[in-house]
């Protein structure tokens, strides 16, 4: 049976796009034997692609930001990131580049760009969300939950958000947000978290106690471990100074008014 009448529209557009490739192609080659301007054979080469896409009804016509419905603002600011015009030709819209151009605008944590053939490109995003502060040695610092800061945020506006410090902090905020994930009770105590040598944490108490965790590859666990002793035998309202967790499998009591610790 003869192929249906939408497939024989798109067959003869696509011939005909690929025609005018090669067209363009001679044309910019004879040029370039004649001595002309490689940028401005470039031009026109783009030129003349982006006439054909017009012509064939594939160049952009709507570029749709998906997530941030309730930002307006932002979404805007987003499709400015994007750096797609209306009219450009959508086989030079690289979703691959468009991406990189979104989260480099620091404004979300996470994209996805799709394109919807004939003249749509839709780009889906996840907003990056204030997960801390960090102390960078002269002023606080509004970190999202890839480990960015967040220039545009106000630090007076997240004073209730968990407070960090210390070289490398900011990177590492993500690995200790998702150690403490399961464990919101835990997190809710926890006042101060500072960065160690950029490979472990030391995390202070409301209560003023501080517990010193291992290095990130055991943090999960000892965060874990923490929390467990922490709901059984209420560690951080005892006389205690410290909390070592930094050897595998053992902790450390140090108490405050001693200078000798108790292993548990």
Do not use: C
């Amino acid at each position: 049976p003869p192929p249906p009448q939408n497939f024989n529209g798109e067959f003869r557009l696509s011939h005909l796009f690929f025609g005018l490739i090669f067209v363009a192609v001679v044309i910019v080659g004879g040029g370039a034997l004649l001595g002309g301007s490689t940028s401005d054979l470039s031009t026109r080469f783009a030129g003349t692609l982006d006439g054909a896409a017009r012509t064939m009804g594939v160049s952009v016509r709507q570029v749709d930001v998906v997530g941030l419905e309730r930002d307006p603002d932002l979404a805007r600011g987003i499709a400015a990131a994007a750096m797609i015009a209306p009219g450009e030709n959508m086989f030079r819209a690289d979703p691959h580049a468009i991406r990189r151009r979104v989260l480099a605008s620091g404004q979300v944590g996470q994209a996805r760009v799709y394109r919807l053939w004939p003249d749509q490109v839709i780009i889906r995003v996840v907003p990056a969300e204030p997960v801390a502060l960090w102390h960078d040695g002269t002023r606080w610092m509004v970190v999202d939950t890839m480990g960015r800061t967040m220039p545009g945020l106000s630090s007076d506006d997240y004073t209730g958000l968990m407070h960090v410090a210390g070289e490398g902090a900011a990177e590492a905020v993500p690995d200790l947000v998702n150690a403490l994930l399961d464990q919101p009770a835990l997190a809710r105590k926890i006042a101060y978290a500072l960065r160690v040598s950029e490979r472990r944490w030391d995390l202070t108490l409301r209560t003023g106690v501080s517990a010193q965790m291992p290095g990130d590859e055991l943090l999960k666990k000892a965060v874990d471990r923490l929390a467990d002793v922490e709901e059984r035998a209420n560690l951080s309202n005892r006389k205690l100074e410290t909390i070592d967790l930094r050897v595998p499998d053992r902790m450390i009591l140090k108490p405050a008014d001693e200078t000798t610790g108790e292993g548990q």
